[in-house]
């Protein structure tokens, strides 16, 4: 039967309006047959029903009996998904009845025939040591369990993000608070514990906030890796790269955001008033809101709360990206803050090696960059910042920072010159800064054994590099830095006071002290601890926001506050010596 006119006509009379062609309802209609041999009803079986899933596409439109121009709209599919397991089942069978039709589809004709124009295969899932979950092996996972313990929100990210879907990946449940958990939660501190703390007191988007072109480069900067950022997640779902997509967001989260970006501008949001601090939050405002709609797709709840707590929209409604995201773009910035952080990372080596802590300033920090150093040195403030340094210098080259020595690499030398390697050794030990200079740039050079030349290369020579002077030295694909560890009895105490101001914070924190309550604070210590304190009396107070410093001698015992008029004290070490704190609110 070929349609519900020619049903009406073998049956004899009309169809009723509420006629149902489906089981069982299609069961009572029968008719005599032709031959005048028995009577005409439905065979008993019933076609496969991959032939119903093959046929979703149009069918679930009533193709071709109406909404003709809706079905020519939507097909074929700009992608479909499923597991791996159904490569034989609905992908073949979508396929082979969309070849059957043929041209009765809209868009099917000619090369174009297809019903679907990519697939997305999810593969299997496997346990924690790599093997198909069964029952019978007992290491299946409950998934309303794991939903349960880390959200709905962990578990997509993380099973998008650990790989791409069309490879088989084990599943950890560690590996979710160690990568999804742990992102999350990162994403969720910058909003509730620096934005949203912050701006109730005063702050909201308005046109009194400086536009992009006058904020400071380091909010200029963060914008311009949010444009990217927001481009290449667009381009890569475009192209069905989820996984890559994820990570990018990921990336861009917690290495520019939150360890660079807000790490670097945490002091500027402690007030809401000034072109700075407004700068600071409506900057955050805006990454935050496209990052939350950039990880729409991957974790829909949070995504969603965050972008309706900083708009008052769901994040669903809004697009994906903000279209023409080119306005901060700038490959300038971008580069030149890749030097500084290059610069930042070798500098933290230095201070390593010489094993002097970051709150303890140091008096200068010589830099290396290749190319052009203006751009990256108009960026020093934030170095110095990083770095705690009291001043940043560029210099042209390490020539002056590093002393070079060549040992001869004997194995590689016998290879070539045999029985000649003991006097090419000892040429080799004997080159100048100059030659060594040019092996530790990939070049060749020549060395004379017996006045016949010889043609060194680097593989020759193991090149080992001495700091010149006190400065610690560290070095790496055309950046350099030089770190000077010299600590003055000023720059001392500086430090003292760093860690005092660390101390208090810590101990405002565990006392349970809003952000905004002012407090008085007493310090018991030792004469130089006492010393320093009082020299920086005005900055630590302005740090912690207290109303009133008093500094005096160590307690008797162990206790800052003996006469217990304060209500949080504490006994810490700095820098081997005790010091004794206490505060408490003002007003109390």
């Keep these: 039967i070929g349609s519900y006119a020619e049903l009406a006509e073998r049956r004899g009379r009309p169809l009723p309006a509420d006629f149902d062609p489906h089981k069982p309802h299609i069961d009572q209609y029968a008719w005599p047959a032709r031959s005048g041999r028995g009577t005409m009803r439905r065979v008993p079986e019933v076609i496969d029903t991959w032939f119903d899933s093959g046929a979703m596409p149009f069918a679930q439109w009533h193709y071709p009996f109406e909404n003709r121009d809706l079905v020519a709209a939507q097909y074929p599919a700009d992608f479909i998904a499923e597991g791996v397991d159904q490569t034989r089942g609905w992908f073949y069978s979508l396929l082979a009845i969309a070849t059957a039709l043929g041209d009765a589809l809209p868009g099917n004709a000619g090369d174009a025939a297809a019903p679907y124009r990519s697939v997305v295969v999810n593969d299997l899932v496997l346990d924690a040591q790599g093997q198909k979950m069964s029952k019978s092996r007992g290491n299946v996972v409950n998934p309303w369990e794991v939903l349960e313990r880390h ?194 990372r070798l500098a933290h080596a230095a201070r390593d090696e010489a094993g002097v802590k970051v709150r303890q300033p140091l008096p200068s920090l010589q830099c290396v960059v290749p190319g052009d150093p203006a751009p990256v040195a108009a960026l020093a403030p934030l170095l110095a910042a990083e770095l705690n340094v009291k001043r940043v210098e560029f210099v042209t080259s390490t020539d002056t920072l590093v002393t070079l020595e060549g040992r001869p690499n004997f194995r590689t030398l016998g290879k070539v010159f045999g029985k000649e390697t003991p006097q090419v050794a000892e040429a080799v030990g004997s080159l100048g800064q100059a030659p060594l200079r040019d092996l530790a740039a990939g070049k060749a050079v020549t060395v004379l054994v017996g006045g016949t030349p010889r043609l060194i290369v680097p593989e020759h020579v193991a090149i080992i590099r001495r700091a010149s002077g006190a400065a610690v030295v560290q070095e790496d694909a055309g950046f350099g830095v030089a770190l000077d560890p010299a600590v003055t009895p000023a720059l001392r105490q500086e430090g003292w006071a760093r860690e005092v101001v660390s101390r208090l914070q810590r101990l405002r924190k565990e006392a349970g002290l809003a952000v905004s309550d002012r407090i008085r604070v007493r310090v018991g210590a030792g004469a130089e601890v006492a010393e320093a304190v009082a020299a920086h009396r005005a900055w630590i107070a302005e740090e912690v926001l207290a109303v009133g410093l008093e500094v005096g001698a160590l307690a008797p015992t162990e206790a800052a506050a003996p006469d217990g008029t304060w209500a949080a004290s504490q006994a810490a070490d700095v820098d081997g010596q005790t010091v004794q704190l206490a505060l408490i609110k003002d007003g109390l």
Excluded: C
């Design 151 to 344: 959200g709905a929100d962990a578990v997509r990210l993380f099973l998008m993000a650990s790989s791409q879907v069309w490879v088989p990946r084990r599943f950890d449940e560690q590996a979710i608070r160690e990568t999804a958990g742990r992102f999350l939660l990162t994403l969720r501190n910058i909003h509730n514990g620096i934005f949203a703390q912050y701006a109730n007191f005063g702050w909201a988007p308005g046109p009194d906030d400086p536009p992009v072109a006058a904020r400071p480069a380091l909010d200029r900067w963060i914008l311009a890796r949010l444009a990217r950022v927001e481009a290449e997640a667009d381009r890569l779902l475009t192209q069905y790269e989820a996984t890559l997509a994820a990570r990018a967001i990921m990336q861009f989260v917690d290495e520019d955001l939150s360890k660079w970006y807000v790490r670097l501008s945490r002091a500027r949001f402690y007030e809401v008033r000034g072109p700075d601090h407004q700068a600071a939050f409506a900057t955050l405002h805006e990454v935050l809101t496209v990052v939350a709609r950039l990880l729409a797709p991957f974790t829909p709840f949070l995504s969603d709360a965050l972008h309706r707590a900083l708009t008052g929209h769901s994040v669903h409604l809004a697009p994906y990206t903000r279209g023409a995201a080119g306005p901060h773009a700038d490959e300038g910035l971008e580069a030149a803050m890749d030097g500084v952080r290059t610069l930042a």
